[in-house]
C-alpha cells in the first residue's frame, strides 16, 4: 500500500538536511544514544560513545547548527536533545 505524500518544496529542503545530518554515523549514533536516554550532556555522550570529547562537541555544533538538537543549560553544563520530528520519523523508520 503506498501513501500520497504531498509536501512543500521548503518540506523537501528541511527532509534533505536532517538526512544529512544523519548520514554520519557519529551523528547517527548520536541521535540515537540522545533518543533512548536524552537529555545528555557531552561527557555523558562521550563515555556511550567512546571517541574524544573534541569529536562529539563538533558533531552536536553540526546537528545543532542544522536544528536537529536543541540544547539547555543547566548550571555549568549543557545537555541535549533530539526536537526535529523528522529525525525523530527517520530514526523510527530505521528502526533504530
Known amino acids: 500500500m503506498t501513501h500520497a505524500v504531498h509536501m ?12 544529512k545530518a544523519l548520514a554520519h554515523p557519529v551523528r547517527l549514533e548520536i ?10 550532556n557531552v561527557s555523558q555522550l562521550q563515555q556511550h560513545l567512546d571517541i574524544p570529547q573534541s569529536n562529539v562537541s ?19 553544563e549543557v ?3 533530539v ?9 523510527k523508520i530505521l528502526d533504530l
Not at 512543500?8 to 538526512?19: A, G
Not at 541521535?31 to 545528555?40: A, G, M, R, S, T
Not at 563538533?58 to 555549568?76: A, D, E, Y
Not at 520530528?85 to 527517520?90: F, L, N, P, T, W
Open 58 to 76: 563538533q558533531q552536536l555544533g553540526k546537528l545543532k547548527l542544522l536544528k536537529v538538537v536543541t540544547s539547555s543549560r543547566k548550571g555549568l
Open 31 to 40: 541521535i540515537y544514544k540522545l533518543l533512548k536516554k536524552e537529555p545528555l
Open 8 to 19: 512543500k518544496s521548503s518540506d523537501y529542503e528541511r527532509l534533505s538536511e536532517v538526512l
Open 83 to 91: 526536537e526535529d520530528e523528522q529525525a525523530k520519523q527517520v530514526m
Open 79 to 81: 545537555f541535549y536533545r
